[in-house]
């Protein structure tokens, strides 16, 4: 990531704040404009070329705006952006705004591995005992493998927290192997 990147998300973040943005709805409305923006070679080829005037590119992305029902910052920021000739790096910007948003909302990524498919409440009750390791809430995503045998492994951040049978079995058999 550049670090213009992270100046971009670091300036759209405090115009957000201030602004009291719902945080989520920002994210999705700059989403939707960069797929929008990625899913169109004429848009691109309008918004990138040098040689069009930018009030004319600014009516092009008032009409999207407009479509997509953007917040006036968020209209703003791209516009910035447009005007600075950044938008080939948009999705680093995202990425970037994407995770200040959640460390500011307090909201942490969590992976969880299991054995079998959970039920509902069962995912409600681990999300809810992730949220107190992380802390916070907990935006996860669920994965499975047999080779666990039973329990769960949770990934959040660089931490691995591991209640799978066969991580209980490994250490069994290491302090086996240690006595």
């Known amino acids: ?38 899913g169109s070679h004429d848009l691109r080829e309008v918004l990138m070329n040098p040689s069009i005037a ?38 680093e910007i995202l990425e970037e705004y994407h995770v200040l948003a959640d460390e500011q909302s307090n909201m942490a990524e969590a ?9 509902d409440q069962d995912r409600a009750e681990l999300e809810a005992q992730v949220a107190k390791l992380a802390g916070g809430r907990v935006r996860a995503t669920y994965l499975q493998d ?18 799978s049978i066969r991580g209980q079995l490994q250490q069994l058999k290491q302090k086996l192997v240690n006595a």
């Open 146 to 163: 047999a080779t666990l045998l039973g329990g769960a492994v949770v990934r959040l951040g660089s931490t691995v927290y591991d209640g």
């Open 111 to 119: 992976e969880i591995t299991s054995a079998r498919p959970l039920n």
């Open 54 to 91: 930018n009030e004319q590119k600014l009516k092009v992305l008032d009409a999207i705006a407009g479509r997509i029902g953007m917040f006036p910052q968020v209209r703003n920021f791209i516009a910035v952006i447009m005007d600075h000739q950044r938008l080939d790096e948009l999705n």
């Open 1 to 38: 990531m550049s670090v213009l990147s992270l100046r971009y998300a670091h300036a759209f973040a405090a115009v957000a704040a201030s602004a009291h943005l719902d945080a989520a709805a920002a994210q999705q409305q700059l989403r939707d404009f960069s797929g929008t923006f990625a």
